[in-house]
């Protein structure tokens, strides 16, 4: 079993930078491939991005590429995202996701384990 608990969440102006933090519970975390979703008011969950448990490999939606970041430490067991150039479109609660399974995980059924969500409102 694995809890993941959401912070960093907040009110910023367009264009700027947040920086979201998940922190998971258990000891085999750095066996977890992590992900950040989000949800917007009236839409489905979409993916952020991912990173697999090494750290080496990360995937990202095409609507964040280039602006956010997402990162790992497992020595505190915690997954980071990195957003900067905030634009109004990115408001939505963020969730952290995590899994046990290998590869590229891109759509909510793949993950087994979510944290409670954190929200991020983007004022233009």
């Known amino acids: 079993q694995v809890q993941l608990v959401e912070s960093g969440g907040g009110l910023v102006q367009a264009g700027g930078s947040l920086r979201l933090s998940c922190v998971a519970s258990?000891?085999?975390?750095?066996?977890?491939?992590m992900g950040w979703f989000r949800q917007a008011p009236g839409k489905e969950r979409e993916f952020v991005a991912t990173i697999r448990w090494s750290g080496g490999s990360t995937y990202y939606a095409d609507s964040v590429k280039g602006r956010f970041t997402i990162s790992r430490d497992n020595a505190k067991n915690t997954v980071y995202l990195q957003m900067n150039s905030l634009k109004p479109e990115d408001t939505a609660v963020y969730y952290c996701?995590?899994?046990?399974?290998?590869?590229?995980?891109?759509?909510?059924?793949?993950?087994?384990?979510w944290g409670q969500g954190t929200q991020v409102t983007v004022s233009s």
């Open positions: 996701a995590a899994d046990r399974s290998w590869g590229v995980l891109t759509t909510v059924p793949e993950y087994n384990y």
């Open positions: 258990g000891r085999t975390f750095s066996r977890y491939t």
